[in-house]
């Protein structure tokens, strides 16, 4: 049996920036797990016991190697912007911050290379200033490091034209460092990615990324109206399909949600409308407006045309879980899930999941794409009553309705997404951090290969 020597792995870090004071600890132990009230309740009281901000890559091994000698557990943290409690200590130890590591090592034409604490809105801002522009990025870009990203997110603003992270496309280059007795520092390249990418920072710590760049587009925000929620959607999908139509979002939402809560931005639509928001390249908008044309639906806002409301807030934030972010600043008891809505029975899902829960699960989609295929991904907003009755829901849209759920009240990697161990992450765990001290808990192949889920229950709380 080991014992964690928290005391003596502070002593052996003092001269690096270490922070221990309760309050700041438990300020950057904490990430954005209370968009769901099961995990509210779940992480309410997890802290690490000490925090440690790296300056360079180096630090970064020299923290691993004394905390791997004293047996103290490691959680890697960015900007703290994830939904999932991806960042959420639940073995304490150590909080490994990355706010210093935030440099652009290279930009060129093509690509740009960066530190992992690195704001994403800053490499896009470099990226223009060379007239690129970065792939993908989650509606949280103005504070969501790319580190952060890319080991916690899975998709994002300009999935509709690349997919998601897991688009071999989307992603160049990862370096990790791994934890042992001596840290090794492993570049991950092709096939190797997913290695490190989407798994919590359980595979070691990502300390550079490269990301590809393309010529820059002028986007403009977009508001479509149409009474009816289907046939916008599949105007939507048409959008999506049309090569003469360049765009970087397409988010679809029900009258109710622009109206409740999309504050700033409802004057422009009528009430009972739902919604289409887009960004649209200036040089296709004739494009749009000519599919719009005898449609039924109407732009009713465009950005470019509205000098005056420059100070609203852009597309992407009121799009992707920026949309459950407004929800909640309106009605704390809130709350959302992520499903599919398979683009050949869409409509009628639709149709079935309104039928079924009528104003108790209100209607958003993002369009994005899946092997190439224009597919709607389903982020509904929740009127939350309990614990029992979300459950309830999730079991509802699985097993009756046949709508696959991702379900984001869930802490651990294979609960949330997968469904199942993925084997291939579990060898490289066991090769970079042989004693499992790498944000311990998130990964239920650690402890249980061959899980398989059981439906309302959670690995981690016995629930």
């Known amino acids: 049996m080991t014992t964690t020597d928290i005391a003596g792995c502070k002593v052996a870090l003092a001269r690096f920036d270490l922070e221990d004071s309760p309050a700041t600890v438990r300020q950057k132990s904490r990430d954005f797990f209370w968009y769901s009230p099961i995990l509210k309740r779940q992480l309410a009281d997890v802290t690490g016991d000490f925090v440690v901000s790296p300056r360079t890559e180096a630090e970064v091994s020299h923290i691993l190697a004394t905390c791997w000698q004293h047996n103290v557990p490691v959680t890697v943290r960015g900007s703290g912007t994830g939904n999932y409690g991806q960042a959420m200590p639940l073995a304490g130890g150590c909080i490994l911050h990355l706010r210093h590591l935030t440099a652009v090592t290279d930009l060129s034409h093509g690509h740009i290379t960066a530190q992992s604490g690195a704001i994403i809105a800053d490499l896009e801002k470099a990226a223009r200033a060379t007239g690129q522009e970065i792939r993908l990025f989650p509606s949280t870009v103005q504070t969501a490091t790319i580190g952060g990203f890319i080991a916690g997110g899975s998709s994002g603003v300009g999935a509709i034209r690349w997919g998601g992270l897991r688009n071999p496309a989307n992603i160049r280059r990862l370096r990790l460092t791994t934890m042992e007795e001596t840290p090794r520092q492993i570049d991950l390249t092709g096939a190797d990615i997913p290695k490190a990418s989407h798994a919590y920072g359980v595979n070691g710590v990502i300390t550079e990324v490269e990301i590809p760049l393309d010529p820059a587009t002028d986007w403009v925000d977009v508001l479509i109206g149409a009474e009816r929620l289907e046939p916008l959607t599949e105007l939507a999908m048409a959008i999506g399909d049309s090569p003469a139509i360049d765009k970087r979002m397409l988010s679809v939402f029900e009258a109710a ?155 651990t990697l294979e609960e949330g997404g997968m469904k199942r161990p993925d084997l291939t992450q579990l060898a490289f765990k066991r090769e970079t951090d042989p004693k499992g001290l790498m944000n311990p808990g998130k990964m239920i192949a650690w402890t249980d290969p061959g899980w398989t889920p059981t439906p309302g229950k959670t690995f981690l709380f016995n629930e």
């Open 257 to 411: 949600i622009c109206q409740t809560y999309f504050l700033r931005h409802r004057d422009f639509v009528p009430a009972t409308e739902a919604v289409l928001a887009a960004m649209i390249s200036a040089d296709t908008l004739p494009a749009l407006e000519a599919m719009i044309a005898g449609t039924g639906a109407s732009i009713r806002f465009r950005a470019d045309q509205n000098p005056s409301t420059r100070r609203l807030p852009h597309a992407y934030e009121l799009g992707w879980n920026h949309t459950t972010l407004r929800a909640l600043r309106v009605d704390p008891a809130m709350t959302y899930l992520q499903m599919m809505f398979p683009r050949a029975t869409c409509l009628d899902d639709l149709d079935r999941v309104k039928a079924r829960f009528g104003d108790e699960v209100l209607i958003h989609l993002e369009l994005t794409r899946f092997d190439g295929v224009v597919t709607p991904v389903g982020i509904p907003l929740i009127r939350f009553t309990s614990e029992e009755r979300l459950e309830e829901i999730v079991t509802i849209l699985e097993g009756t309705l046949g709508l696959p759920v991702f379900n984001p009240h869930r802490v």
